[in-house]
């Protein structure tokens, strides 16, 4: 499983690449760049998100 | 705009931690380029824009309309059920303060650096470091398109609570989950404000789970209006400021968005280390948050004197490693190493509180068993003891609970 983030929701704040133990995330102000082979799929990102834009999913999605 | 691509010091972030730091770096003569992936200073905030008059007084510049939206001289505490503690701390001498127009303020503070001889680079995202011989060399950037390696003899990273810059440099700054507060807020007009002067804060664990809400005016019927909670915690910071504005539809039925904010707010202590082999954290990006309210621009932009003072003397002697850069890390410790530690202290003691004690605190302050200022001294690490005693005498069955915070 791969962070998946969900760009409709998404505020680009960063919060989530804050805590990504593995930098797996990256904030590029109006995108965020998932790394999927560093993505170890431990949902840490997915509870600091305050808007709840981040899934889990096999694979990955596109952004 | 064309750049050089040799610098003494590259500021990565423009917050106002490196926008100070670019300020003061080049006040001491240092050629300074300041860095940030934004195409506008100071938007997005992510911020509920709240500055006493201590940190704009530090920040150098005059109070002027054009940020300074709102004049503050106190707050209401709510207790969770709806209890409010009305504090003037003006009039109890411990100051005021403003809720700016960020992005206006930060735009101010940049056009002082930029006085001050700091040159500033935007729309450019920094994706490495240039590191040679286990010292930071410079940094890799993506301007407007173009690639580009810059090279400095030291790096400041402000690159905010993401603190990727520091990581790339191979310090441990990544923040663990349950030292991370998830904020979202809505600014919003039309919003009914029991004082337009005053902070409102609401406390309780179905309000802000160990968190709060806030709403800061902006004007008379203006006000961010957000939330805090533990980043541990299952439901979104969305979650739990939606419900609050639906649950008080009489003071919100008249009012609407202008602007929608999110962000983390690292509340613990600051990262363990501040430097490197010619690379130096600042801000957030140190952790420089006051872990019991979240606020950390005062911090950031106080840091900016300490930090150029001891880039300014490593740049001069030719020796930028970690040993000489430390002493940037003790003078910033010797400062609030110990307060930061009290007030953590503070924080971690209101997380376990429940809400009968929130209650019973809110109690002893409306019939004078506790003065407000009290209150306030938490924010700065003090009086806790005094909380404690209080406490135990109004509800002696949890005097065990309680006794263990005055030994840890
Ligand atoms: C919801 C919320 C409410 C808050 N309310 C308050 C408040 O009322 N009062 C208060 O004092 N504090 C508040 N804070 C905290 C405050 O916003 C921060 O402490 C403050 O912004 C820290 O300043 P900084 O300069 O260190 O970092 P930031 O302001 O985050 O600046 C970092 C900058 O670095 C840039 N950057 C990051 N990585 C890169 C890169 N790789 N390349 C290029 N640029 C990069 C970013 O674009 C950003 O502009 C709040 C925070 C949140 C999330
Ligand atoms: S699931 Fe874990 S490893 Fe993957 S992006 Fe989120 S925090 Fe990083
Ligand atoms: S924490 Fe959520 S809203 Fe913020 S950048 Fe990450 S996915 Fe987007």
């Given at each position: 499983m791969v962070a998946t983030i969900n760009k409709d929701k998404c505020m680009y704040c960063g919060a989530c690449t804050s805590v990504c133990p593995f930098m797996a995330l990256e904030l590029r102000e109006t995108s965020i760049h998932v790394y999927s082979d560093k993505c170890t799929d431990c949902g840490i990102c997915v509870k600091a998100c305050p808007v709840g834009a981040i899934k889990l999913i096999p694979g990955g999605g596109k952004e | 705009m064309k750049y050089d691509t040799n610098w003494d010091v590259i500021v990565v972030g423009a917050g106002p931690a490196g926008i100070k730091a670019g300020e003061e770096l080049a006040k001491r003569g240092l050629k300074t380029l300041v860095i940030d992936r934004k195409q506008e200073i100071g938007a997005p905030k992510r911020c509920g824009e709240g500055l006493s008059d201590r940190w704009i007084a530090i920040s150098g510049l005059e109070v002027d309309p054009t940020w300074a939206r709102q004049r503050i001289n106190g707050a209401i505490l709510i207790s969770p059920k709806g209890k409010q503690v009305w504090i003037d701390t003006e009039k109890i001498g411990k100051g005021g303060g403003y809720i700016i127009e960020r992005k206006m303020w930060e735009k101010f503070l940049a056009a002082n650096a930029i006085r001050a001889g700091a040159k500033f680079m935007l729309k450019?995202?920094?994706h490495d470091v240039i590191k040679e011989d286990e010292y930071v060399k410079g940094i890799k950037v993506n301007y407007m398109g173009d690639e580009l390696e810059l090279r400095s003899k030291i790096v400041v990273a402000?690159?905010?609570?993401?603190s990727r810059i520091g990581r790339m440099a191979g310090l441990n700054t990544t923040l663990p989950l349950v030292e991370m507060d998830s904020g979202f807020q809505y600014e919003m007009a039309g919003v009914k404000l029991l004082d337009p002067n005053k902070m409102e804060l609401y406390f309780g664990s179905e309000i802000a789970p160990r968190g709060y809400i806030w709403v800061f005016p902006k004007g008379k019927d203006v006000a961010n209006v957000g939330v805090g909670i533990?980043?541990?915690?299952?439901?979104?910071a969305r979650y739990y400021l939606d419900k609050w504005i639906e649950e008080n539809e009489e003071r919100f039925k008249d009012a609407s968005v202008i602007e929608i904010n999110a962000g983390g707010i690292p509340v613990t202590s600051p990262v363990e280390e501040f430097v490197g082999n010619g690379i130096m954290l600042t801000g957030d990006a140190a952790r420089m948050v006051n872990p019991i309210h979240g606020g950390g621009m005062g911090t950031a932009l106080e840091a900016a004197g300490m930090l150029a003072d001891v880039a300014k003397d490593a740049i001069s002697s030719g020796d930028v490693s970690k040993e000489k850069l430390q002493r940037y890390q003790d003078i910033w410790m010797e400062k609030h190493g110990d307060e930061f530690r009290k007030i953590l202290k503070v924080r971690h003691f209101f997380e376990k509180l429940n809400d009968d004690q929130l209650e019973a605190i809110a109690d002893m302050v409306l019939k004078g068993g506790l003065t407000p200022d009290v209150l306030v001294d938490l924010g700065h690490g003090k009086g806790l003891t005094q909380i404690i005693k209080a406490l135990i005498k109004a509800s002696p069955s949890a005097a065990k609970f309680l006794m263990g915070f005055l030994k840890g």
């Amino acid at each position: 499983m791969v962070a998946t983030i969900n760009k409709d929701k998404c505020m680009y704040c960063g919060a989530c690449t804050s805590v990504c133990p593995f930098m797996a995330l990256e904030l590029r102000e109006t995108s965020i760049h998932v790394y999927s082979d560093k993505c170890t799929d431990c949902g840490i990102c997915v509870k600091a998100c305050p808007v709840g834009a981040i899934k889990l999913i096999p694979g990955g999605g596109k952004e | 705009m064309k750049y050089d691509t040799n610098w003494d010091v590259i500021v990565v972030g423009a917050g106002p931690a490196g926008i100070k730091a670019g300020e003061e770096l080049a006040k001491r003569g240092l050629k300074t380029l300041v860095i940030d992936r934004k195409q506008e200073i100071g938007a997005p905030k992510r911020c509920g824009e709240g500055l006493s008059d201590r940190w704009i007084a530090i920040s150098g510049l005059e109070v002027d309309p054009t940020w300074a939206r709102q004049r503050i001289n106190g707050a209401i505490l709510i207790s969770p059920k709806g209890k409010q503690v009305w504090i003037d701390t003006e009039k109890i001498g411990k100051g005021g303060g403003y809720i700016i127009e960020r992005k206006m303020w930060e735009k101010f503070l940049a056009a002082n650096a930029i006085r001050a001889g700091a040159k500033f680079m935007l729309k450019a995202n920094v994706h490495d470091v240039i590191k040679e011989d286990e010292y930071v060399k410079g940094i890799k950037v993506n301007y407007m398109g173009d690639e580009l390696e810059l090279r400095s003899k030291i790096v400041v990273a402000a690159d905010g609570v993401d603190s990727r810059i520091g990581r790339m440099a191979g310090l441990n700054t990544t923040l663990p989950l349950v030292e991370m507060d998830s904020g979202f807020q809505y600014e919003m007009a039309g919003v009914k404000l029991l004082d337009p002067n005053k902070m409102e804060l609401y406390f309780g664990s179905e309000i802000a789970p160990r968190g709060y809400i806030w709403v800061f005016p902006k004007g008379k019927d203006v006000a961010n209006v957000g939330v805090g909670i533990n980043g541990a915690h299952d439901k979104t910071a969305r979650y739990y400021l939606d419900k609050w504005i639906e649950e008080n539809e009489e003071r919100f039925k008249d009012a609407s968005v202008i602007e929608i904010n999110a962000g983390g707010i690292p509340v613990t202590s600051p990262v363990e280390e501040f430097v490197g082999n010619g690379i130096m954290l600042t801000g957030d990006a140190a952790r420089m948050v006051n872990p019991i309210h979240g606020g950390g621009m005062g911090t950031a932009l106080e840091a900016a004197g300490m930090l150029a003072d001891v880039a300014k003397d490593a740049i001069s002697s030719g020796d930028v490693s970690k040993e000489k850069l430390q002493r940037y890390q003790d003078i910033w410790m010797e400062k609030h190493g110990d307060e930061f530690r009290k007030i953590l202290k503070v924080r971690h003691f209101f997380e376990k509180l429940n809400d009968d004690q929130l209650e019973a605190i809110a109690d002893m302050v409306l019939k004078g068993g506790l003065t407000p200022d009290v209150l306030v001294d938490l924010g700065h690490g003090k009086g806790l003891t005094q909380i404690i005693k209080a406490l135990i005498k109004a509800s002696p069955s949890a005097a065990k609970f309680l006794m263990g915070f005055l030994k840890g």
